[in-house]
């Protein structure tokens, strides 16, 4: 496509339900990341991808988090049991590849509302 | 560790008013630095890039200098209009990072 997708635009849950969030990454662009954004808050990077492997998730905020890529392209995050601590806009970026001029191309974000 | 910091907002300026935002930074070994700019209801876009100590990045009317010295990455605009108002992130990163960090981003209002 044209630019970065995610999918839903919004979400609001029960706390203790799961979520998936998706990414549609720009065609090509074989490094995909994962930040989070919560009021008032910079970018929180949480995970990475260089084509489907995740070199490094260092930022997952705890074992409920996790992520997968496949076929190089989409990606999906995932929440388990979720908690009013993860209400945040999750977004997703991509990009040529990792550790190249560094410029990311943003999606508009998933604004995920645990209640 | 690496990090970006930059001044707080919402800064609140008129039509044709100077701006900076201020930007510093802690990082190990050479990063490039970058100005990322959310409008409304958009994705974040990247503004402008400097890629090593001394280098000018500039687009749309808006420039930064990466300062080594003072390590620092300066938003500025000589004259900022009304479509400018939008939300301004420092990031450093590039060639030798994994990804980008990110300042807090600095909110900016600019009334007609």
């Known amino acids: 496509g044209a630019g970065v997708s995610q999918s839903p635009s919004n979400k609001v849950t029960e706390k203790g339900k799961d979520v998936e969030l998706r990414c549609d990454p720009i065609?090509?662009?074989?490094?995909l990341y994962w930040y989070r954004q919560r009021l008032g808050q910079g970018l929180e990077f949480l995970i990475y991808?260089?084509?489907?492997?995740?070199?490094?998730k260092s930022g997952l905020p705890s074992d409920r988090f996790s992520a997968e890529r496949t076929g190089e392209s989409v990606s999906t995050l995932t929440i388990q049991r979720t908690q009013q601590e993860d209400s945040a806009v999750y977004l997703c970026?991509?990009?040529?590849?990792?550790?190249?001029?560094?410029?990311?191309?943003f999606g508009e974000g998933s604004r995920l509302t645990v209640l | 560790g690496n990090s970006v910091t930059q001044m707080e907002g919402p800064v609140t300026l008129s039509e044709e008013a100077f701006l900076t935002i201020n930007c510093t930074y802690t990082?190990?070994?050479?990063?490039?630095l970058f100005w990322y700019v959310q409008y409304p209801g958009e994705g974040l876009q990247l503004l402008l890039k400097?890629?090593?100590?001394?280098d000018k990045g500039s687009n749309k009317g808006f420039e930064a200098t990466y300062r080594k010295e003072t390590t620092s990455f300066h938003l500025e605009k000589g004259s900022v209009q009304v479509s400018d108002s939008a939300v301004y992130f420092c990031?450093?990163?590039?060639?030798?990072?994994?990804?980008?960090?990110f300042g807090k981003g600095t909110m900016l209002l600019v009334s007609p």
């Open positions: 970026a991509s990009s040529l590849e990792a550790r190249a001029t560094g410029e990311l191309f």
């Open positions: 065609s090509g662009h074989t490094a």
């Open positions: 991808f260089q084509g489907n492997s995740a070199p490094d």
């Open positions: 990082a190990t070994g050479y990063p490039s």
């Open positions: 400097a890629t090593k100590a001394d």
């Open positions: 990031a450093l990163g590039g060639s030798g990072y994994s990804t980008l960090t």
